[in-house]
């Protein structure tokens, strides 16, 4: 371990500023406002790439040097804190003892590089987290959010597995909604439409998914170039959104790479 870190005072208050404001990025209002989101646990952190921007770092003494090895030179301040306080901020019931403040990704909207998704109402994060995971597993880089969950929520973060760093994630509304399905080859997932895997899609295609309760709003549904639907049987007449959205991004990464 470094001196300056075996001489670091640990941060054993709930009540420090550092200690608090990490605790408040679990509200999005005030992500928003201090542009920050948080990043907790051993895989998730190490994971953060080089191009993020970690504003700073907690870490319990025994994940010192571990802090001290991954972000020494990266400009992110390190602070040693007590296993109570970190379990006073974590998400989880076993904190890992590593967790960092990243700073909000600023982006403007733009049509998709290449494959995509658009997700109408998902509000479930562990849904979205599990969607954005797949996103990146598959190649769809654009993730496109109407009337969604907040993808920089802990627990989206946290089921994304480190997929919110690999994809382009970006808030619209109905009317952006509509525009976007109408000015890609837009798949929409709905139980009235063709079998998807008799349907050809080559990419780069954008697939449009709505939640379990109310599936694609009727104005995106209208808008999208095809509408497809995953085959079912035993009477079941829907599955859950991660699961349909990620067979049908894998149905196109399929037929990508067999091309």
């Given at each position: 371990?470094?001196?300056?870190?075996?001489?670091?005072?640990?941060?054993?208050?709930?009540?420090?500023?550092?200690?608090?404001?990490?605790?408040?990025?679990?509200?999005?209002?005030?992500?928003?406002?201090?542009?920050?989101?948080?990043?907790?646990?051993?895989?998730?952190?190490?994971?953060?790439?080089?191009?993020?921007?970690?504003?700073?770092?907690?870490?319990?003494?025994?994940?010192?040097?571990?802090?001290?090895?991954?972000?020494?030179?990266?400009?992110?301040?390190?602070?040693?804190?007590?296993?109570?306080?970190?379990?006073?901020?974590?998400?989880?019931?076993?904190?890992?003892?590593?967790?960092?403040?990243?700073?909000?990704?600023?982006?403007?909207?733009?049509?998709?590089?290449?494959?995509?998704?658009?997700?109408?109402?998902?509000?479930?994060?562990?849904?979205?987290?599990?969607?954005?995971?797949?996103?990146?597993?598959?190649?769809?880089?654009?993730?496109?959010?109407?009337?969604?969950?907040?993808?920089?929520?802990?627990?989206?973060?946290?089921?994304?597995?480190?997929?919110?760093?690999?994809?382009?994630?970006?808030?619209?509304?109905?009317?952006?909604?509509?525009?976007?399905?109408?000015?890609?080859?837009?798949?929409?997932?709905?139980?009235?439409?063709?079998?998807?895997?008799?349907?050809?899609?080559?990419?780069?295609?954008?697939?449009?998914?709505?939640?379990e309760a109310h599936g694609v709003r009727e104005s995106v549904l209208r808008a999208s170039r095809e509408v497809l639907a995953l085959p079912m049987t035993g009477g079941?007449?829907?599955?859950?959104?991660?699961?349909?959205a990620g067979v049908a991004m894998y149905n196109v990464f399929s037929q990508s790479n067999n091309r």
């Amino acid at each position: 371990m470094r001196l300056f870190l075996q001489i670091m005072d640990v941060i054993t208050s709930t009540q420090n500023r550092t200690i608090k404001l990490f605790r408040s990025l679990s509200e999005k209002k005030f992500r928003k406002g201090e542009g920050l989101f948080a990043v907790e646990g051993g895989n998730l952190v190490r994971d953060i790439p080089p191009s993020a921007d970690v504003r700073f770092v907690l870490a319990t003494p025994a994940r010192a040097e571990e802090a001290e090895a991954r972000f020494s030179g990266t400009g992110a301040q390190v602070y040693l804190v007590s296993d109570e306080v970190m379990k006073s901020v974590s998400d989880t019931v076993t904190p890992y003892g590593l967790a960092a403040a990243v700073a909000l990704p600023e982006r403007e909207f733009s049509l998709p590089e290449g494959n995509a998704v658009l997700l109408d109402g998902v509000s479930d994060p562990g849904n979205l987290g599990t969607v954005i995971r797949t996103a990146a597993a598959t190649g769809f880089g654009d993730v496109y959010l109407l009337g969604c969950a907040d993808a920089y929520a802990p627990k989206t973060v946290r089921a994304s597995m480190g997929g919110i760093f690999r994809v382009r994630v970006f808030d619209v509304d109905e009317d952006g909604a509509v525009r976007l399905a109408s000015a890609t080859r837009s798949a929409a997932l709905d139980m009235a439409g063709e079998d998807i895997f008799s349907a050809h899609l080559s990419a780069p295609v954008l697939i449009v998914a709505g939640s379990e309760a109310h599936g694609v709003r009727e104005s995106v549904l209208r808008a999208s170039r095809e509408v497809l639907a995953l085959p079912m049987t035993g009477g079941m007449e829907s599955l859950n959104v991660a699961v349909a959205a990620g067979v049908a991004m894998y149905n196109v990464f399929s037929q990508s790479n067999n091309r």
